[in-house]
């Protein structure tokens, strides 16, 4: 984080009254910012001896930012963890970081169940913040191979993952969003996605912070609040999930309430280009569907002035520099158009994922690439599309109904707004198929959703057995859709008669 410290130095000095960060208690200069770091600077500095591992509550305000630059004025690395985080949680990121302090509002750290014992020295900072750390020498910071940020994120296994990524990777994945969104420095930023994530952590704070932008922030998800802030604020460019960015589209206020964003990323979540569509026209913006992952961040995008077919309908093109490829089972890569798994190798790909205070390297392939766990297809114009992932199925009496194929089919209907189909527990078939549907207003049922999918010759083994309209999507604390909770409500909402 050295390269930004120094760069954010010479921008306070220069232009100390510039807004770094505009959030719940209001605007934040960046000399204000800076010397909150440079206060809690000195107080690592007093309480431990060397460059720290720090452990800190993320949250959307500019006490991320102070931190981070704080963490690298000591040339150490920070982990970004959520206020919400459990216990449980903690005490995994404390087993993979082995971290030097922790740093949280006192609530937190009860919450957190931090324990006294071992992080004894205690101190203050950031606004009265506690600061936690085990006094005397800190461990090598050298052990984390460059990383200088960390952030957990959900495991295939069950067990979240700490993701460790370097500074280069961060201002690559930064430097080729910047480009392509055609962003100037002072254009106003969003983020509106948790900072405990590592792609919100470079897109949302270290990209703005980079680009000599105001960070605007929200405190909690809440979609008339985010119209609110990022028209107030003439923010011009933000990233979102896909849930997200379609429920502000059905806010009662939403109509044209975007027009001065230049675009809006969206990723991270499966997408469909008729309801993106829907949703861009009535906010005024325009929408770039991107693919990437906390291991290599963000590294496709399309072009805002290209047309909504390959903005809406594909994945983006690789960053410059990054490449992409799909291969078969048997590894050998595949011709363009031919489905296939998705490999990845470039710039922003992480530096392993922390085991016992260390970066464990990922599984690679011999030359060097990283297996995603997406099925994908090239286009003949370069441009890639994810059509599910490679576990992602429903098998109902051993037959498998692709998850991503029924959710486009539902998708296709005018008034979905949003769909997720997940399997609930069936004793005869083993799994039968759900729909939970956000729609516009329209009723919609059972026999609405079947008669659709029968007149676009959709098989009827892959019909839903179950739908039910909710109002939201389960979401998890970064705002992705969660679907192990959307497998227990619709678990529980199949069961329930009527």
């Not at 963890?81 to 509002?105: K, M, Q």
């Not at 006094?135 to 069950?158: C, H, I, N």
């Not at 993952?161 to 930064?174: D, T």
């Not at 996605?193 to 000599?212: R, T």
Request: hydrophobic letters at 45%; glycine letters at 10%; one cysteine or more.
């Amino acid at each position: 984080m050295q390269q930004l410290v120094a760069e954010f130095s010479a921008r306070a000095a220069t232009t100390p009254e510039s807004v770094a960060v505009i959030d719940a208690s209001g605007p934040h200069t960046t000399a204000e910012v800076l010397r909150q770091a440079e206060e809690l600077a000195g107080v690592l500095a007093t309480i431990v001896d060397g460059a720290p591992t720090v452990l800190v509550q993320a949250d959307n305000t500019w006490r991320t930012l102070s931190a981070a630059l704080a963490v690298g004025m000591r040339g150490g690395l920070i982990a970004v963890v959520s206020r919400h985080a459990t216990p449980g949680e903690f005490a995994i990121a404390c087993s993979d970081l082995v971290p030097d302090v922790v740093i949280a509002s006192e609530p937190v750290i009860i919450g957190w169940d931090v324990p006294a014992d071992h992080f004894s020295a205690r101190d203050e900072a950031l606004g009265g913040w506690t600061v936690a750390a085990r006094p005397g020498a800190t461990s090598d910071v050298e052990r984390w191979r460059g990383g200088v940020v960390v952030a957990m994120t959900s495991g295939s296994t069950g067990r979240p993952k700490c993701v460790v990524q370097s500074e280069e990777a961060l201002r690559y994945a930064g430097t080729c969003t910047i480009d392509a969104v055609g962003l100037q420095p002072g254009d106003p930023v969003g983020a509106l996605v948790p900072l405990s994530s590592v792609a919100a952590f470079c897109f949302g704070m270290y990209l703005p912070a980079m680009l000599g932008s105001p960070m605007v922030t929200l405190d909690g998800w809440e979609p008339s609040a985010a119209l609110r802030v990022l028209a107030e604020h003439d923010v011009r460019w933000t990233m979102l999930v896909p849930t997200m960015a379609l429920q502000l589209s059905i806010q009662p206020d939403s109509e044209g309430s975007l027009s001065s964003l230049t675009a809006m990323t969206v990723g991270g979540g499966p997408m469909d280009s008729g309801a993106l569509g829907r949703a861009e026209r009535t906010l005024g913006t325009k929408f770039l569907r991107v693919f990437g992952m906390s291991e290599c961040l963000g590294h496709t995008t399309p072009l805002p002035g290209e047309s909504e077919d390959v903005r809406l309908g594909r994945d983006g093109r690789p960053f410059p520099g990054t490449t992409v490829r799909v291969v078969g089972e048997d590894g050998v890569p595949r011709g363009a158009g031919e489905v296939g798994q998705l490999q990845v190798q470039g710039p922003s790909f992480f530096v392993g994922y922390a085991r016992n205070g260390a970066p464990e390297p990922p599984a690679v392939t011999a030359d060097g690439f990283f297996p995603t766990g997406d099925l994908a297809r090239i286009n003949p114009d370069g441009t890639l599309n994810i059509v599910g992932r490679e576990k992602q199925i429903i098998i109902r009496g051993g037959r498998n109904i692709d998850i991503n194929e029924v959710e486009a089919a539902i998708a296709q209907m005018p008034d979905v707004a949003q769909v997720c189909v997940v399997p609930v527990p069936d004793e005869l078939l083993g799994e039968r198929a759900a729909a939970l549907i956000v729609t516009t207003g329209t009723e919609l049922d059972l026999d609405t959703v079947t008669a659709h999918l029968d007149a676009a010759g959709f098989a009827k083994f892959k019909w839903p057995e179950f739908v039910h309209r909710v109002a939201a999507l389960p979401q998890n604390r970064v705002g992705k859709l969660s679907r192990d909770d959307a497998v227990r409500l619709a678990t529980d909402l199949s069961r329930t008669p009527g």
